[in-house]
């Protein structure tokens, strides 16, 4: 007879997640006539609802990108840029990990989702 397997689940040594940073602008043009609650709130309750899976991911708001047209706007960052608490500028300046233009409330599960399956 064969030997039994050990039933005890075995504990996960998966890395935890590293951090991203949402940066949400709030810019003037960003925040004009979105109605509601203002978008920052809005993704940090999206957060919140994600609930532990989404413990990585924090989100600030930040002044204007300088990319009005595409507003409402959030940038993701991860490594050292998700520690900072306004997204880098300048030619050293890493690239987001996503961009995410126009954006709607209701979108924001969507976005999250996305940005935890990344
Ligand atoms: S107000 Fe958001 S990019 Fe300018």
Known sequence: MPPRSDPRPVASRAPA???IRLFVCMG????A???GTPLIEAVRHSLAEAGAAAAHLSALS???????ED???????GGEAAALTRPPTGPQAPQPLAIFTHVRRDQLPA???RLLSA
Request: hydrophobic share 30%.
């Open 28 to 31: 003037r043009d960003c925040r």
């Open 71 to 77: 507003g409402p706007l959030i940038l993701a960052y």
């Open 62 to 68: 930040c002044p204007c990108l300088d990319r009005c």
């Open 111 to 113: 976005l999250i989702t």
């Open 17 to 19: 997640p590293a951090p």
């Open 33 to 35: 006539e979105r109605g």
